[in-house]
């Protein structure tokens, strides 16, 4: 496995790479903010494409990513970080949206718990999915990292609020 650290308007991002694409993407806040494991290797260079597409996401020009992606986890985690992927830009969904357009209606929770495993943050945008009322629930990454991600892409989406 490669590593970077990349900056970002919310500190240095762990980025993690494999042979098929990119495996991870962690915040530098939260609950268990990732370590550096002994046995990757650090290759800034293996990073270009992330580093450059992350650039343009945090300067308000990209509004979708288009990269290798290497997720792992069991087989629903992976159907719900698809899920996650369809959720636009700006836009914010439910877990029990996410668990009925899987065919789950009573899954909101399990939605919920691979939701939060989601090791790709941004790009597979976790921080998109809010509680039934509305709320900003959990975020690996922490509420202020999702407060600020989703205040972010408001103002760079087009849909504000009360417009």
Not at 109 to 124: D, F, H, K, T
């Amino acid at each position: 496995m490669k590593y970077r650290h990349l900056d970002s308007p919310l500190g240095a991002l762990l980025l993690t790479r494999d042979d098929r694409g990119l495996a991870g993407l962690y915040l530098p806040t939260g609950r268990r903010p990732k370590q550096v494991s002994a046995s990757w290797t650090r290759d800034d260079g293996a990073f270009a494409d992330v580093a450059a597409q992350l650039g343009e996401y945090f300067a308000g020009r990209r509004h979708e990513f288009d990269l290798p992606l290497s997720p792992h986890g069991s087989a629903f985690q992976l159907r719900v970080w698809q899920a996650l992927r369809a959720i636009e830009y700006g836009q914010t969904t439910t877990y029990g949206a996410i668990a009925r357009s899987l065919g789950i209606p009573a899954g909101p929770r399990a939605v919920g718990l691979a939701n939060g495993q989601n090791p790709i943050s941004i790009i597979v945008p976790c921080h998109r999915v809010i509680g039934a009322d509305g709320s900003l629930t959990g975020y690996g990454g922490g509420l202020p990292a999702k407060q600020w991600l989703l205040s972010h892409e408001a103002a760079h989406s087009g849909l504000f609020a009360g417009a």
